[in-house]
Nanobody
Framework: QVQLVESGGGLVQSGGSLRLSCAAS????????AAWYRQGSGIEREWVAVIDGDGTTYYTPSVKGRFTISRDNAGHTIYLQMNLLKPEDTGDYYC??????????WGLGTQVTVSS
């Protein structure tokens, strides 16, 4: 059974940090591209950061230099370290994994709230 389970969300003040985790199971994780997406209130879901199976990373411009995506293939876990958080980072954060170009999985999300 495929599962992606996010954790680590919460309430933090502007300028603070949070570390999100996503535990993966039920598919070939090490070869999968993995990503974090977020969705704010009234806003479409947007990609935040992507990490390929070889460790190459990509970031949306608004988080570059503040967020870091990483993966632990042995532990089947994806991380998102978020520093210097801003109120506009508030939203539900979702873990995504793509074992192939035609298959993708989603977690249920974890909520992040940044107060000003």
């Amino acid at each position: 059974q495929v599962q992606l389970v996010e954790s680590g969300g919460g309430l933090v003040q502007s300028g603070g940090s949070l570390r999100l985790s996503c535990a993966a199971s039920g598919f070939r994780f090490s070869a999968s591209q993995a990503a974090w997406y977020r969705q704010g209130s009234g806003i479409e879901r947007e990609w935040v950061a992507v990490i390929d199976g070889d460790g190459t990373t990509y970031y949306t411009p608004s988080v570059k230099g503040r967020f870091t995506i990483s993966r632990d293939n042995a532990g089947h876990t994806i991380y998102l370290q978020m520093n210097l958080l801003k109120p506009e980072d508030t939203g539900d954060y979702y873990c995504n994994a793509r074992p192939s170009s035609s298959v993708q999985y989603w977690g249920l999300g974890t909520q992040v709230t940044v107060s000003s």
